[in-house]
């Protein structure tokens, strides 16, 4: 009796869970940080006058995720010349704004290219708290049911260059951040409560590479990089994987010691999340060149070359690399053994995960910045123009299932709720679902 007790309360717990996935989308790229979702029968075709449960105008310009938790949709928001910066909370069934929170006044904004925006990096939200970052403008908690700020930081100094792009993540009691400019290069925990820094710890590697004169190069827009960090099991312990300009590191996440790093010093401007799968992290490696790594977690001291020519004598290995249809800005999606991309002019690759054999390269069409959402072995590519495309995910074929558009462009990622797509478009927040 008491093992089936167990049994059936296992079985609950695990429904509730998924539930609770299905309803709520806490970060960048969802639940588990992998554009995935759990949720079913989610809308295969939309447009203006079909499917669209309400559509709610956001003035500004922001290029920030939104995220959900219960009944609250919440997005960061900014004014187009960044002196402005504030969060705004739209109700999940009526699309109704029920609060626009006003966060920082920047006197003189850093510069921000046309192309980004002053609010780019995606909030993360839990039970009755969200925290909002625009990176070295500030980052805030808010109290969800009040819209009371609980605390705020202004004093991390990182000139962006070209504007804030990483988005923070919540590991237990701490909120990581990672600050990649073009004068300093480092990741922060704060303790979520306080906002205190519970850790910190500056980039190792060294920046003052070598140019083709042979003289040192310090050009602050190749430092610089714009990747969200991920906390992952890898051998049984919580690793922080971390991608700066010219390399991926894995850090102890209640400390902020460095454990390992991959140096890809050919690029920089990193800007994705990682997947993982197959024992392997996939790890889009920026700007420049721009190559896929498929890496091999390592031992604690490890630190390899991707560009090396030869293999080291370590567990740390770049298993296979590529620079076909690499994306620089749309993270990932990884499905079952086939690993899926779109580089940002439009060419969707779809590799086996295990040994970057390319499975099909077809051109979709459309340029792109937000990154794929996984749903019933569906993926969604969602343009800068406003279309959306589904492809099939359980066929070593390409076979094109859909295609939407809607809007004036999507530069943020997409959200789901239940059986509804939550999409921010330049100027839009749209609630997308199956009548």
């Known amino acids: 009796m008491k093992l089936f007790q167990f049994v059936v309360l296992a079985g609950l717990t695990a429904t509730l869970a998924q539930a609770a996935d299905d309803l709520n989308w806490p970060q960048y790229r969802g639940p588990r940080g992998d554009g995935h979702t759990t949720s079913t029968g989610l809308p295969l075709h939309w447009s203006e006058t079909e499917n669209v449960t309400w559509q709610t105008p956001i003035p500004g310009k922001a290029w920030a995720s939104?995220?959900?938790?219960?009944?609250q949709v919440w997005l960061a928001n900014a004014t187009e010349d960044g002196t402005e910066l504030s969060v705004v909370c739209v109700d999940r069934d009526s699309g109704k704004v029920v609060r626009d929170?006003?966060?920082f006044h920047i006197e003189k904004p850093q510069f921000c290219h046309l192309f980004n925006s002053y609010a780019s990096p995606t909030p993360v939200i839990e039970e009755g708290r969200i925290y909002v970052t625009f990176g070295s403008p500030g980052t805030a908690c808010m109290d969800t049911r009040?819209?009371?700020?609980?605390?705020?930081?202004?004093d991390f100094v990182c000139n962006h260059y070209r504007g804030a792009g990483s988005s923070s993540i919540l590991y237990g009691d701490r909120l990581i951040l990672q600050f990649d400019g073009s004068d300093h290069q480092f990741i922060?925990?704060?303790?979520?409560?306080?906002?205190?820094?519970v850790w910190e710890t500056p980039r190792s590697i060294d920046f003052k590479d070598l140019g083709p004169d042979g003289k040192p190069m310090t050009e602050g827009d190749l430092r610089k990089a714009f990747a969200t960090p991920h906390v992952a099991t890898i051998d049984g312990q919580p690793t922080l994987l971390s991608q700066g300009?010219?390399?991926?590191y894995a850090y102890n996440p209640l400390t902020g010691e460095e454990w390992w790093r991959v140096?890809?010093?050919n690029n920089h401007s990193a800007s994705t999340r990682v997947v993982l799968g197959h024992g392997l992290i996939f790890a889009p490696s920026g700007f420049s060149s721009g190559q896929l790594m498929a890496i091999r977690p390592g031992k604690k001291g490890e630190v390899i070359d991707a560009n090396a020519?030869?293999?080291p004598d370590t567990q740390l290995q770049v298993v296979w690399m590529t620079k076909r249809g690499v994306p620089k800005k749309p993270s990932l999606a990884l499905v079952g053994d086939l690993l899926f991309g779109i580089e940002d002019g439009g060419v969707g690759t779809c590799w086996e995960a295990s040994t970057g054999k390319v499975v099909w390269n077809e051109r979709i069409g459309g340029n792109y910045s937000a990154s794929l959402l996984v749903a019933?072995?569906?993926v969604y590519y969602f343009s800068e123009e406003g279309k959306t495309t589904v492809v099939a995910a359980d066929t070593r074929e390409f076979k094109r299932l859909a295609e939407s558009k809607i809007g004036d462009g999507f530069m943020a990622s997409p959200a789901v709720s239940g059986k509804a797509l939550f999409l921010r478009s330049r100027t839009k927040l749209y609630r997308i679902e199956a009548k």
């Open 263 to 265: 140096e890809e010093r």
């Open 245 to 248: 300009a010219k390399a991926l």
């Open 146 to 154: 009040t819209g009371q700020k609980l605390w705020e930081r202004r």
């Open 188 to 197: 922060v925990a704060l303790d979520k409560h306080s906002g205190k820094t």
């Open 309 to 311: 020519t030869t293999k």
């Open 376 to 378: 019933e072995n569906r």
């Open 101 to 103: 929170l006003h966060l």
């Open 66 to 71: 939104p995220v959900i938790w219960g009944n």
